[in-house]
């Protein structure tokens, strides 16, 4: 799987000669681009089995780098350093420190699924770059991303109630980010409820924030929900070599 891209080669790898004469051709300049050797001090050998354990990194082993994922995203297409091809070619070759890289806008994929739809060989890259995510957060390589904090808030309160509550999910993810309540666009959206909607809605709404109502029933579903979570969190720390806590 070569990469050929010189927009691939980290630029402290390219060294030009200003002035360089082999065999009596002049080949100063960028004709002497020479591509400095890399050693991989921390080649792991098992990082596609571990991408490959997460869920949506299932196919990651199918991928054959025809580049249609990359050439379809959407993120690429305004940022050109979002790249799910060459992550995937990092992950089967092993190169972590390579990846770790990249950490921080790896999260940056907003689940188009264009580069899914692309990808002749069912590898499902949107997945991949979910699992990887995902991957970088048990390893403790990146903190939680803005939307793993939501979805978290989200799931808990479903599990735990049975129920959704919009006001009480926004309220519980701006605490756990450490914004603040009192946002403009939710201030106006408010407002914009409280001039329009009846009177005995805006009643309903403000009991359920209140009183927290639960799906009648909903305890054993609960249960068994949240044992099937516990399931998967641990075979996905199984999979990473990772402790009961998310540490080696």
Not at 181 to 191: D, G, R, Y
């Amino acid at each position: 799987m070569p990469i050929h891209e010189k927009s691939l080669i980290r630029p402290e790898k390219l060294v030009e000669h200003e002035e360089l004469v082999i065999e009596g051709m002049d080949v100063s300049g960028h004709w002497s681009t020479f591509i400095e050797g890399r050693s991989v001090p921390d080649y792991n050998e098992n990082l596609q089995e571990e991408i490959a354990a997460l869920p949506g990194g299932e196919n990651i082993h199918r991928c054959w780098q025809c580049g249609s994922c990359t050439n379809s995203c959407t993120v690429n297409a305004i940022n050109p350093d979002f790249n799910p091809r060459y992550w995937i070619y990092l992950i089967r070759m092993g190169m972590e420190d390579e990846l770790l890289r990249d950490k921080d806008i790896i999260w940056q994929c907003v689940s188009c699924n264009k580069c899914t739809y692309a990808c002749p060989r069912d590898v499902v890259p949107e997945g991949v770059m979910k699992a990887t995510s995902h991957w970088l957060e048990l390893k403790g390589h990146t903190p939680k991303s803005p939307s793993m904090i939501f979805d978290e808030a989200f799931s808990e309160q479903v599990i735990g109630r049975g129920k959704i509550e919009d006001g009480l999910v926004l309220r519980e993810f701006y605490k756990r980010t450490g914004q603040p309540l009192a946002q403009p666009w939710l201030i106006a959206m408010v407002t914009g409820l409280v001039k329009r909607f009846p009177v005995i809605y805006l009643m309903k709404l403000g009991f359920a924030t209140v009183f927290r109502p639960k799906t009648r029933g909903w305890a054993r579903a609960r249960d068994a929900i949240n044992e099937y979570v516990e399931e998967r969190e641990a075979a996905n720390r199984k999979a990473l070599g990772l402790g009961s806590k998310g540490a080696k």
